[in-house]
């Protein structure tokens, strides 16, 4: 096992996106997301994931220096457009205004579009639970994930977040997917030779399968809590999607034409500010 510090690990991200091509914005983006996933014992959403980037960025996928464009879309919405970047440079671009927008009428959102999308949501959430904003995230991914009673990949994983602001205290803070188990989980299985447990996937034919390569590769991951994370998994779709102008999981998938590339869609945040709701003495 190769051990590194987080510095270190920043340093082995950034330098690897940045000879490949990212520009130094989304190098340095992408590479915090990256190390914070190391840093909170999240394996799939770590150093890992720098391959899907630059794979992506190798087929076309992406755009390694693209400038994401704030819009001022109404009174209490924000629109990023991440212009075929990943969408970590698109939060950070459109956070500012987010938070002003939540300050100043209690409740507001962000809509980022046209991103490729592979991260953790909590890194984003941390961002606004610091500055004392109580936020929720989600997005949709590729199809990959069978709703409950199916055997074919209608959902994507559809990760939803939510962050708490404490006083003096580390925030609360839940990050997860609507399948039974983040994807990256399920190649981490495949690239140790590993059986996945029952539960997280099917074969093709809707047969319960612990073959990461048959889930990954012919069938489909399952969604957790049966038909409740499948109704969860049809909200993001919506929200997070069509609500926005943006793609669904199914359209992310055919967007991919095969590539195997990381999905390409929106994301929705929404602040809100426990001030405006309760005054100017409420205490989260």
Same mark, same amino acid.
């Given at each position: 096992?190769?051990?590194?510090?987080?510095?270190?690990?920043?340093?082995?991200?950034?330098?690897?996106?940045?000879?490949?091509?990212?520009?130094?914005?989304?190098?340095?983006?992408?590479?915090?997301?990256?190390?914070?996933?190391?840093?909170?014992?999240?394996?799939?959403?770590?150093?890992?994931?720098?391959?899907?980037?630059? *794979?992506?960025?190798?087929?076309?996928?992406?755009?390694?220096?693209?400038?994401?464009?704030?819009?001022?879309?109404?009174?209490?919405?924000?629109?990023?457009?991440?212009?075929?970047?990943?969408?970590?440079?698109?939060?950070?671009?459109?956070?500012?205004?987010?938070?002003?927008?939540?300050?100043? *009428?209690?409740?507001?959102?962000?809509?980022?579009?046209?991103?490729?999308?592979?991260?953790?949501?909590?890194?984003?959430?941390?961002?606004?639970?610091?500055?004392?904003?109580?936020?929720?995230?989600?997005?949709?991914?590729?199809?990959?994930?069978?709703?409950?009673?199916?055997?074919?990949?209608?959902?994507?994983?559809?990760?939803?977040?939510?962050?708490?602001?404490?006083?003096?205290?580390?925030?609360?803070?839940?990050?997860?997917?609507?399948?039974?188990?983040?994807?990256?989980?399920?190649?981490?299985?495949?690239?140790?030779?590993?059986?996945?447990?029952?539960?997280?996937?099917?074969?093709?034919?809707?047969?319960?399968?612990?073959?990461?390569?048959?889930?990954?590769?012919?069938?489909?991951?399952?969604?957790?809590?049966?038909?409740?994370?499948?109704?969860?998994?049809?909200?993001?779709?919506?929200?997070?999607?069509?609500?926005?102008?943006?793609?669904?999981?199914?359209?992310?998938?055919?967007?991919?034409?095969?590539?195997?590339?990381?999905?390409?869609?929106?994301?929705?945040?929404?602040?809100?500010?426990?001030?405006?709701?309760?005054?100017?003495?409420?205490?989260?």
């Amino acid at each position: 096992m190769i051990r590194l510090t987080l510095n270190q690990a920043t340093e082995l991200a950034e330098s690897i996106l940045l000879h490949n091509g990212f520009s130094p914005a989304h190098a340095a983006a992408v590479t915090a997301t990256v190390v914070a996933g190391e840093r909170d014992g999240c394996a799939s959403h770590g150093l890992y994931r720098v391959i899907g980037c630059v *794979n992506s960025l190798k087929a076309g996928k992406v755009a390694a220096a693209a400038e994401p464009q704030v819009i001022d879309q109404a009174p209490s919405i924000v629109r990023v457009d991440a212009r075929g970047g990943f969408s970590q440079l698109a939060f950070q671009a459109g956070l500012p205004l987010l938070e002003a927008k939540a300050r100043s *009428n209690g409740i507001a959102a962000l809509a980022i579009n046209h991103c490729v999308h592979f991260s953790a949501l909590w890194v984003e959430i941390e961002q606004l639970t610091a500055a004392g904003l109580v936020a929720l995230a989600c997005n949709p991914s590729h199809a990959w994930v069978a709703p409950a009673g199916g055997s074919q990949p209608v959902f994507g994983t559809n990760p939803i977040a939510f962050g708490w602001p404490r006083v003096g205290k580390p925030p609360f803070v839940f990050d997860f997917a609507t399948s039974a188990i983040a994807r990256g989980d399920i190649e981490l299985h495949r690239r140790a030779g590993k059986a996945i447990p029952e539960g997280w996937g099917v074969d093709a034919e809707g047969q319960p399968s612990t073959d990461p390569n048959v889930v990954l590769d012919r069938g489909a991951m399952l969604t957790f809590g049966g038909h409740k994370g499948s109704a969860l998994a049809a909200m993001v779709e919506l929200i997070a999607g069509p609500l926005i102008g943006d793609l669904t999981s199914a359209e992310s998938l055919a967007h991919d034409a095969g590539s195997k590339s990381s999905p390409y869609h929106g994301e929705l945040i929404i602040a809100l500010d426990p001030q405006r709701f309760l005054g100017v003495g409420a205490e989260a």
